[in-house]
Every structure is written in structure tokens, then in C-alpha cells.
């Protein structure tokens, strides 16, 4: 009776251990994902929302796991289609989450609808707020050395229990890529927040993510320019709109060009609404 008892006990130890366990990052190369995602166009989105993605990034750092997040857009969609090395990029990241409000439009048209927008602005702050508590170090990458050493300082105030190890300019190329890498992996952050541009933001991180480490490696874009003033956030309603695209445009009418690939992406899901959500070989 007793060896029952025991035996069912044990049972149900490792049944509870085993659901622990399933929602935590895997380790690298295991080839698979431990949450629910959405195919658009063959990559990847995870439909959890921004604090199952901030609880899902601690057990990443936690476990101490090489994860690039990418803050994927129709913009970086639709790159990807155009280009096989682009698309690889993203679709070999350990998480792409839907920032872009054209997104989760397009998760919700095809029946596999998104929990929320998860603005990557915001996971970064929220990575931020949760690091005070366990003393979380960040390394900071991009943009001018100006706008970077402003966000750093700006950034220490906003948390002061986050150790800041180190800050940097975006402007170097490939030559100097081993000198990065190095400076990052003496640092031996927990976070890498990279601010660079479209075309060698994410394939940066990708082809270089396992010899920097670093547990949460995440493109940024123009949030640096955000923090230290250079650019404004758009306001809440525009926001709740989805219409942060049309505020940072009126900032910057340079970038129309690059806004007039959304219609292109909202045509292309309506018109493939059958196959947009079926995965598609690496090109």
C-alpha cells in the first residue's frame, strides 16, 4: 500500500515537473518553440502577450539561453520575402513578437488572431522595470555616440538598479565586428538593446548572436532617439489607433518610401489569405 502510495506520488511529482517545465525556453538548437505562434508568410510570430513575453525573456536569462527577439513589422515581412538572407534572419530567431499594428490586423484576418501588440518600445521598458528586481546588466548598441550616451544616462535615471556595463555607437562595419563582440562579451550583459539600421540590425544579431552570448538580444530601431528626446513617441490615441506608423511619418516624411509597403502587405494577406499562414521553405 505504501509502495502505491509512493509510486503515485512520485507520479504526480514528475507530471507537475514535467508542466514547469514546458513552457521554458528551450535550449539552443533544440529546434523547437515553447509557445504558441502564428505563421505570417512563414515566420514565426508568438501570439503571447507582453507579460507572458516579459515572463518568457526572464526564464530566457534565467537559464542564461542566446535569444534574439525581434521586433518583427510588415516592413521586415515584406524585406524578408525580398530577400533570402533577410528572411532566414528572422525566420531562425528564437522570438519575433508583433509589433507592428499591421501584424496583428493580419493574424486576426487569417483566424489565428495575435493576444496583443507588443510594442517592442515597450518590452523594452518592461524588461527594464523587472531587471531592477534582480539586478539585471544591459549593454547598449546603436545610433550616434550622442544619442546613445544621452538614452544610457537618461535610462540609469528611469532605473537606477539596472547596471548599465556598456554603451556604444552603431557606425562600424564589418571590420570592427570582432572588436564589438569582444567589448560585449567582456561586459557580459544580460540584455543587448541594438539600434541600428533595417538591413544590418537583425542579420547582425543573427549572425553573431552565439559568439556574443548575451540571454536577450533585441533589435530596438529608433527607441534610442525616442529616450533621449531626439524624436517623440506617438500619443496614446494614436497608438490605441494603430496610427504610430502615421505619427513617426509626420516626424520623419523621409521615410515615406518604406510606409508604402503596408498597403503592399495588407493586399498580399488579402489576396493569399489560404496560404499566408502555411509555412513556406527556407528560401
Request: no cysteine; net charge positive.
Amino acid at each position: 500500500m505504501s509502495s502505491n502510495t509512493d509510486r503515485k506520488s512520485q507520479e504526480h511529482t514528475n507530471e507537475t515537473s514535467n508542466q514547469d517545465t514546458a513552457s521554458l525556453p528551450q535550449r539552443p538548437n533544440s529546434g523547437a518553440r515553447s509557445y504558441p505562434t502564428v505563421s505570417i508568410f512563414g515566420l514565426p510570430f508568438s501570439k503571447m502577450d507582453m507579460q507572458e513575453t516579459v515572463n518568457y525573456l526572464s526564464d530566457v536569462i534565467h537559464l542564461r539561453v542566446p535569444t534574439q527577439v525581434i521586433t518583427g513589422n510588415p516592413i521586415m515581412v515584406m524585406a524578408g520575402l525580398e530577400d533570402p538572407d533577410y528572411y532566414r534572419v528572422m525566420e531562425e530567431a528564437e522570438l519575433i513578437v508583433p509589433d507592428g499594428a499591421g501584424v496583428v490586423w493580419a493574424s486576426g484576418y487569417v483566424g489565428q488572431p495575435v493576444k496583443e501588440r507588443v510594442a517592442g518600445f515597450d518590452l523594452m521598458h518592461r524588461l527594464l522595470e523587472t531587471g531592477e528586481k534582480h539586478r539585471w546588466s544591459v549593454f547598449l548598441l546603436g545610433t550616434t555616440q550622442e544619442t546613445i550616451e544621452e538614452s544610457a544616462e537618461r535610462l540609469k535615471q528611469l532605473y537606477p538598479l539596472i547596471r548599465f556595463v556598456g554603451a556604444r555607437n552603431g557606425f562600424f562595419g564589418p571590420g570592427e565586428d570582432a572588436e564589438v563582440i569582444e567589448e560585449i562579451r567582456r561586459a557580459n550583459p544580460d540584455m543587448l538593446f541594438v539600434a541600428r539600421a533595417l538591413n544590418n540590425q537583425e542579420p547582425w544579431i543573427g549572425r553573431y548572436k552565439h559568439e556574443l552570448g548575451v540571454p536577450v538580444m533585441m533589435g530596438v530601431g529608433g527607441s534610442f532617439d525616442i529616450i533621449a528626446g531626439k524624436l517623440k513617441r506617438a500619443p496614446v490615441l494614436f497608438q490605441k489607433l494603430r496610427l504610430e506608423w502615421f505619427y513617426r511619418l509626420l516626424q520623419q516624411p523621409s521615410r515615406y518610401k518604406r510606409m508604402l509597403v503596408l498597403p503592399k502587405f495588407m493586399l498580399k494577406v488579402v489576396r493569399e489569405k489560404e496560404n499566408v499562414t502555411k509555412r513556406r521553405p527556407t528560401p
